[in-house]
């Protein structure tokens, strides 16, 4: 069964970085993209961005350009969404999702970041 | 910039019929597909319409969705309500330059 498992809780201070893993099973990891949603506490979702699996293109969401990276390690059949600077508004929980043109059908559990001082 | 906008909150008995709007801010949207996806309180979502009106396997046929261009909208309608059903209701499309976009949800309580 198709399974997307999130790396844990993190704790980080203004300005620092997060980078967040997504390690997928259960299907051909190539074959699909993997898009970014976030949550902030008691707020709708949000799209970050996308990659493909197949050959490393990404689509960010604009807001979030130039402070955001995702990559992906075919070997690992692992995705990444690394996010710099950050601000206190970057606390949410991140989720990843598979993505097939545009459509997303699974989701992970969700990785909560907090961002404090 | 392309907004969707969903009501924020329904509520309908069990066993009723709910229908949950999504309206597109401009252009079409039927241009792009639309998705909806349920987060039960403390869950991560889950898809139950892909594609405008596709149900992944596993989604009862009581979840339903349709576009209406007249209106520009798409909709969600879930039929015979259980209780489990309450949930926030999302959906989603991409605008002009692909970028993704959400509505901002809709609380379903089932009472």
């Known amino acids: 069964q198709v399974q997307l498992v999130q790396s844990g809780a993190e704790v980080k201070k203004p300005g620092a970085s997060v980078k967040v893993s997504c390690k997928a099973s259960?299907?051909?990891?190539?074959?699909?993209?993997i898009s970014w949603v976030r949550q902030a506490p008691g707020q709708g979702l949000e799209w970050m961005g996308w990659?493909?699996?197949?050959?490393?293109?990404?689509n960010y969401a604009q807001k979030l350009q130039g402070r955001v990276t995702m990559t992906t390690d075919t070997s690992t059949s692992t995705a990444y969404m690394e996010l710099r600077s950050l601000r206190s508004d970057d606390t949410a929980v991140y989720y990843c999702?598979?993505?097939?043109?545009?459509?997303?059908?699974?989701w992970g559990q969700g990785t909560l970041v907090t961002v404090s001082s | 910039n392309f907004m969707l906008t969903q009501p924020h909150s329904v509520s309908e008995s069990p066993g009723k019929t709910v229908t949950i709007s999504c309206t597109g801010s401009?252009?079409?949207?039927?241009?792009?597909?639309v998705q909806w996806y349920q987060q039960r309180p403390g869950s991560a979502p889950t898809t139950v319409i892909y594609?405008?009106?596709?149900?992944p396997s596993g989604v009862p046929d009581r979840f339903s969705g349709s576009i209406d261009s007249s209106s520009n909208s798409a909709s969600l309608t879930i039929s015979g309500l259980k209780t489990e059903d309450e949930a926030d209701y999302y959906c989603?499309?991409?605008?002009?330059?692909?970028?993704?976009?959400f509505g901002g949800g809709t609380k379903l309580t089932v009472l």
């Open positions: 999702a598979r993505d097939s043109l545009g459509i997303i059908d699974y």
């Open positions: 989603q499309s991409y605008d002009s330059s692909n970028q993704g976009v």
């Open positions: 990659i493909s699996a197949y050959n490393g293109n990404t």
């Open positions: 594609e405008d009106n596709q149900r």
């Open positions: 401009s252009g079409s949207i039927a241009s792009n597909y």
């Open positions: 259960g299907y051909t990891f190539t074959s699909y993209g």
